[in-house]
C-alpha cells in the first residue's frame, strides 16, 4: 500500500503564495505521473496539475501561469507552488499518484487551502 501525506496548506490573503508538498512512501519511480486535484464545498473533485515521470507537466487552464508543478526524486516528493491565489482556488487539495503495476491510482488525505478578499 502506498501512502501519500500532503502538507503546507493553510490561510492566506488574496494575491498571496503557498507552496505544498506531497509526501510518498516509497521511490516515485515507481509512479508513471503524479498530480495535484482539488475538491471545493458542493463542487466535484477536479485536476489541477499533473507530472510525468519524464518531467512532462499539464495544468489547468484556471491555474495556468499562476501554478508551478515540480518533483524531487531524491526525497519523494511533489509540490505545487500557488501565486496569485484568488478566492476561488480556496478548496481541499490532493495528492495523487498512478502507480506503473496495474495503473493504481493512490491518493492522499487532503490539505484545507483558504483564500481571502
Known amino acids: 500500500q502506498v501512502q501519500l501525506v500532503e502538507s503546507g496548506g493553510g490561510l492566506v490573503q488574496a494575491g498571496g503564495s503557498l507552496r505544498l508538498s506531497c509526501a510518498a512512501s516509497r521511490s516515485i519511480f515507481s509512479f508513471n505521473a503524479m498530480g495535484w486535484y482539488r475538491q471545493a464545498p458542493g463542487k466535484q473533485r477536479e485536476l489541477v496539475a499533473t507530472?510525468?515521470?519524464?518531467?512532462?507537466?499539464n495544468y489547468a487552464d484556471s491555474v495556468k501561469g499562476r501554478f508551478t508543478i515540480s518533483r524531487d526524486n531524491d526525497k519523494n516528493t511533489v509540490s505545487l507552488q500557488m501565486n496569485g491565489l484568488r478566492p476561488e482556488d480556496a478548496a481541499v487539495y490532493y495528492c495523487?499518484?498512478?502507480?506503473?503495476?496495474?495503473?493504481?491510482?493512490?491518493w492522499g488525505q487532503g490539505t484545507q487551502v483558504t483564500v481571502s478578499s
Open positions: 507530472i510525468t515521470s519524464g518531467g512532462s507537466a
Open positions: 495523487n499518484a498512478r502507480a506503473r503495476i496495474r495503473s493504481q491510482d493512490y
